[in-house]
């Protein structure tokens, strides 16, 4: 049974957060790069950013946003429960990002409640660069029938099973990695860093980032089917449905699950052993 019952503050929906900008610097996205294992080299020199990157600008503008909506004492049971990036230019070194949020519907479930956020990425000129959606989900909340709307869809399509995958790839994760995707990312959550405090929240232990398991899937992406051209990729979207520990390794398989205008759709899901830790994948990439 989900409680307790919460009344989630819907005046908050709709309303941007304040501007911030982000000066991006070559050091800055190598170190990215590396903290996420990237093995693409124009990334790791810095020449352009990773997709996931994308998140870095946007990162202290997401939880305020969800938090207008979600009440405030509700912030340690906050999970990230998927992200969608929507692609319309690359980061580049030197640009100068303008971000803002909003929060545009939550909605209550049967385990917990969710926040649904937006989060746009311009330059200065007023050209939109990406567009995010993120799902905070809150555990053991009811917040009632909702309201507004939710992230665009995703969901993988079991009809898809029947056919080989189009790629698989196969990463570790480092032992020191949460470590380094902290500083890199701005990500201070102490369930990345701190065992004990990790496991008072009802974790093994430290955990990877989500994000940075999902950046894991975005160079596997972009090496297998994209030539690795980040140019290329349109869309990349997730559900996070397990925590990844330090030390194991994931699986992503990637299936072609078909033309999106002037791109192709690859429905993608990845595991460690037998256990899906992220669900409902999709990444678009354009020919």
């Given at each position: 049974m989900t409680t307790p019952t919460v009344e989630f503050d819907s005046s908050g929906l709709g309303e941007w957060t304040d501007e911030e900008r982000f000066e991006v610097t070559a050091e800055?996205?190598?170190?990215?790069?590396?903290?996420?294992?990237?093995?693409?080299?124009?990334?790791?020199?810095?020449?352009?950013?990773?997709?996931?990157?994308?998140?870095?600008?946007?990162?202290?503008?997401?939880?305020?946003?969800?938090?207008?909506?979600?009440?405030?004492?509700?912030?340690?049971?906050?999970?990230?429960?998927?992200?969608?990036?929507?692609?319309?230019?690359?980061?580049?070194?030197?640009?100068?990002?303008?971000?803002?949020?909003?929060?545009?519907?939550f909605e209550g479930k049967d385990n917990g409640?969710?926040?649904?956020?937006?989060?746009?990425?311009?330059?200065?000129?007023?050209?939109?660069?990406?567009?995010?959606?993120?799902?905070?989900?809150?555990?053991?909340?009811?917040?009632?029938?909702?309201?507004?709307?939710?992230?665009?869809?995703?969901?993988?399509?079991?009809a898809l099973r029947a056919a080989a995958p189009a790629a698989t790839v196969v990463a570790?994760?480092?032992?020191d990695q949460t470590f380094r995707y902290s500083p890199a990312s701005g990500d201070p959550m102490p369930i990345h860093l701190d065992d004990e405090l990790a496991q008072m929240s009802g974790l093994p232990g430290i955990i990877n980032h989500g994000l940075c398991t999902m950046a894991f899937t975005?160079?596997?992406?972009?090496?297998?089917?994209?030539?690795?051209?980040?140019?290329?990729?349109?869309r990349l979207a997730v559900r996070f449905a397990k925590p990844v520990l330090p030390e194991q390794d994931i699986t992503?398989?990637?299936?072609?699950?078909?033309?999106?205008?002037?791109?192709?759709?690859?429905?993608?899901?990845?595991?460690?052993g037998d256990e899906l830790v992220i669900k409902d994948g999709l990444a678009v990439i354009a020919d």
């Amino acid at each position: 049974m989900t409680t307790p019952t919460v009344e989630f503050d819907s005046s908050g929906l709709g309303e941007w957060t304040d501007e911030e900008r982000f000066e991006v610097t070559a050091e800055r996205i190598a170190e990215y790069a590396a903290a996420t294992n990237d093995p693409i080299e124009r990334h790791l020199r810095g020449e352009i950013a990773p997709p996931v990157f994308a998140v870095v600008p946007v990162f202290f503008s997401m939880a305020p946003a969800a938090l207008s909506v979600a009440p405030v004492e509700l912030l340690m049971k906050l999970v990230h429960g998927e992200q969608d990036f929507h692609f319309h230019r690359p980061i580049y070194p030197g640009d100068t990002l303008v971000v803002r949020a909003k929060p545009i519907g939550f909605e209550g479930k049967d385990n917990g409640s969710t926040v649904t956020v937006y989060a746009e990425t311009r330059l200065e000129s007023g050209e939109l660069v990406n567009e995010q959606w993120l799902t905070a989900f809150f555990k053991k909340v009811d917040a009632g029938p909702g309201l507004g709307d939710g992230a665009p869809d995703h969901r993988f399509d079991e009809a898809l099973r029947a056919a080989a995958p189009a790629a698989t790839v196969v990463a570790h994760i480092d032992k020191d990695q949460t470590f380094r995707y902290s500083p890199a990312s701005g990500d201070p959550m102490p369930i990345h860093l701190d065992d004990e405090l990790a496991q008072m929240s009802g974790l093994p232990g430290i955990i990877n980032h989500g994000l940075c398991t999902m950046a894991f899937t975005s160079w596997a992406a972009l090496t297998e089917l994209a030539d690795g051209k980040v140019e290329r990729l349109q869309r990349l979207a997730v559900r996070f449905a397990k925590p990844v520990l330090p030390e194991q390794d994931i699986t992503t398989e990637f299936r072609n699950a078909g033309r999106h205008g002037a791109a192709t759709g690859y429905a993608f899901e990845t595991t460690v052993g037998d256990e899906l830790v992220i669900k409902d994948g999709l990444a678009v990439i354009a020919d």
